[in-house]
Nanobody
Framework: QVQLVESGGGLVQAGESLRLSCTAS????????MGWYRQPPGKQREWVAT???????TYAESVKGRFAISKDLAEYTMYLQMNSLKSEDTAVYYC?????????WGQGTQVTVSS
């Protein structure tokens, strides 16, 4: 079992940057896959990025080259660095953790990008 807490969301202007954090209740080295998802207003939740335990990362085409995942094992934390933000990045951002076949979610953090 794992609890996840996201933070770092806020209101920014287009072109600016934000860094989201996802802190786990257990060492993230014990988590098979961690990811970021987002839910824009009025839309379904969509996948943003994934980091596998070995450090491999993959990104949705819409954020590739602008967003980057990193981790701090000592802090039990995964980050999402978001650069060159666009209005279409406005969403509630969720982190996820998968251990074997079970997936846990955080409560989400709001990111609003004004144009």
């Amino acid at each position: 079992q794992v609890q996840l807490v996201e933070s770092g969301g806020g209101l920014v202007q287009a072109g600016e940057s934000l860094r989201l954090s996802c802190t786990a209740s257990r060492s993230i080295s014990t988590i098979n896959v961690m990811g970021w998802y987002r839910q824009p207003p009025g839309k379904q939740r969509e996948w943003v990025a994934t980091m596998i335990n070995d450090g491999t990362t993959t990104y949705a085409e819409s954020v590739k080259g602008r967003f980057a995942i990193s981790k701090d094992l000592a802090e039990y934390t995964m980050y999402l660095q978001m650069n060159s933000l666009k209005s279409e990045d406005t969403a509630v951002y969720y982190c996820s953790a998968q251990i074997l076949s079970r997936i846990w979610w955080g409560q989400g953090t709001q990111v609003t990008v004004s144009s």
